[in-house]
């Protein structure tokens, strides 16, 4: 069955410590997302790409670095973990643009 | 300002009732509309779509929308406690190009009392 599949579910960091966050989809969709959920301020996109090796800012991108290797896996990166940055973070991917959006179960992360 | 505003934040309504759901975009590129439903601690998904004029009905659940105003609305019948969640209302613009980009609301979170 086609999925999205993120890892880990969840994770503790230390502020200025490093966190990847992975995303791995089987939709053979060519794009994919990443968003983050926090109360208040609903879902957020930070970074997305609709080709392998390349990437795109979204609307929160400051602190958080994509990297998109091949068209399956999608990464997140924090490169110097911030209090600010705990949340949930969620993986989409979709088809055409707009089309069959299918989210991952989310990462919930707490810096510390 | 949010792009996407949802109202109302927060709504009861009894089982086997209607529950009602607004969204209008401040953003007059806007031209379509998701509904989604995420339950506590789970991943959204998608309930609907329109684009188009007028109304959309899937089963007990129908969405409405007004292009002139950019408001859509979600409409449950028959309301069940399993329909209890967050529901989400987002929103792509053709400015965006296709880039695939959503602008979320804040949702509205639904309560259905047994």
């Known amino acids: 069955e086609a999925a999205v599949t993120q890892s880990p579910r969840s994770k503790v960091a230390v502020t200025g410590g490093k966190v990847t966050l992975s995303c791995h989809q089987t939709?053979?969709?060519?794009?994919m997302y990443w968003y983050r959920q926090d109360t208040g301020h609903g879902l957020r996109l930070i970074h997305y790409s609709y080709v392998a090796d390349s990437t795109e800012k979204g609307d929160i991108p400051d602190g958080y670095k994509a990297s998109r290797p091949s068209q399956e896996n999608f990464s997140l990166i924090l490169e110097l973990a911030s209090l600010s940055q705990t949340a949930v973070y969620f993986c989409?991917?979709?088809?055409?643009?707009?089309?069959?959006?299918?989210f991952g179960s989310g990462t919930r992360l707490l810096v510390i | 300002q949010q792009k996407v505003q949802q109202s109302p934040e927060s709504l009861i309504v009894p089982e086997g009732g209607m529950a009602s759901l607004n969204c209008t975009s401040s953003d007059r590129n806007v031209d379509y509309f998701w509904w989604y439903r995420q339950h506590s601690g789970k991943s959204p998904k998608m309930l609907m779509?329109?684009?188009?004029?007028g109304e959309k009905e899937e089963g007990r659940f129908t969405v409405h929308l007004n292009k002139a105003s950019l408001h859509t609305s979600l409409h449950i019948r028959d309301s069940q406690p399993s329909d209890s969640a967050l529901y989400l209302c987002a929103a792509s613009s053709p400015i965006t190009g296709n880039t695939g980009k959503l602008i979320f609301g804040l949702g509205t979170t639904l309560q259905v009392q047994p």
């Open positions: 939709n053979n969709h060519d794009y």
């Open positions: 779509s329109i684009f188009s004029n």
């Open positions: 989409a991917s979709s088809g055409t643009a707009n089309s069959d959006y299918t």
